[in-house]
């Protein structure tokens, strides 16, 4: 409303002062001399009376229209002025506003800023989030196949122990009732050799005695030397086996990365009847660990290994067999 009062005060000035200069021409062009009314005839007029009395009601009208005039001026020098002072008060207040506006546009547009600032921050963080969780999932899934791999390996190595243990258990079996067949027959032939000493006479019994002792030296004399002879054979055999199972242990080896030309060790073979192993382990090392594992993984996997059909060798073993790997 100020702002529109402050537009107009203006033409209203000039309006105001359009009608003051209009009054004062009405003013200026008015007839102010005294008029003589025709004379009666044979009647006496006072001219000078009239004229005296009229020009003082022209003084008067005059200084009361000049009071007048005086008056609306002052009015509307005060109505003019409180309209300045409103006029001036409300562009006041409206720069006071607009300053407030544009503190408060400053603020917002900082706050606008810092939270853009903030959204990005927080976009970033969620974006490096997502990434890390993609890692951790891409990690927890290969760490589950790997332990599922894991897993079946040791399932397919205890079932392969299971079966080992299987065949040994079969073959102890067996082993027992032999001997105890074997036993058996000796006692009985033990038995039957008692009573026929039981049988013959004190003569007979002297000269068998004598015969026994000799018949037992030549035949301790023979088994030395079928037994040297014997042996001889079953390490031939052995050796020639052993070639083969070096053989066979270099097919299933898988040569590390870090293995060297001229590298060998000493592996010892814990060996059942037919070839199966239950154990392999360095007793010589070559110096390197890891060669050494591959040496055992080899020996394992070429279970069961070629050995004689004499059960003499395998009884010479004594269940475990040592040999030099070269690759």
Known sequence: MFKKLGENARPLI?????????????????????????????????????????????????RRKKEEDLRKKQQEQDRQQK???????AQKARQEEENRMTE????RKKIAEETTKQQ??????????????????????????????MEQKREEEEKRIDELKDEQRKEAEQKRITEEKRLAEAETQRKIDAEKRHKADEEARKRREFEDQLQKQIESEVAAEDAEAREQAVLSELARYTALIKQKVTRNWLRPPGARPGMSCTIRVTLVPGGG??????????????????????????????LPPDPAVFEYLNGELDFVFTP
């Open 277 to 306: 192993v239950t154990d392999a382990r360095v007793v010589a090392s070559s110096g390197d660990d890891v060669f050494d594992r591959s040496v055992e993984r080899a020996v394992l996997k070429a279970s069961p290994l070629p």
């Open 83 to 89: 309209l300045d002072e409103q006029v001036e008060q």
């Open 104 to 107: 408060l546009e400053s603020q």
């Open 14 to 62: 000039y309006a105001v002062l359009i009608h003051l200069v209009l009054i004062g021409l009405l003013i200026v062009g008015l007839d102010w001399t005294p008029k003589l009314a025709p004379q009666a005839p044979g009647k006496k007029v006072d001219v000078v009376q009239a004229a005296v009395v009229n020009e003082a009601k022209v003084q008067a009208e005059m």
């Open 120 to 149: 990005q921050i927080e976009a970033a963080r969620l974006e490096q989030l997502k990434k890390d969780q993609v890692t951790e999932t891409a990690r927890l899934e290969q760490a589950k196949q790997e332990r599922a791999a």
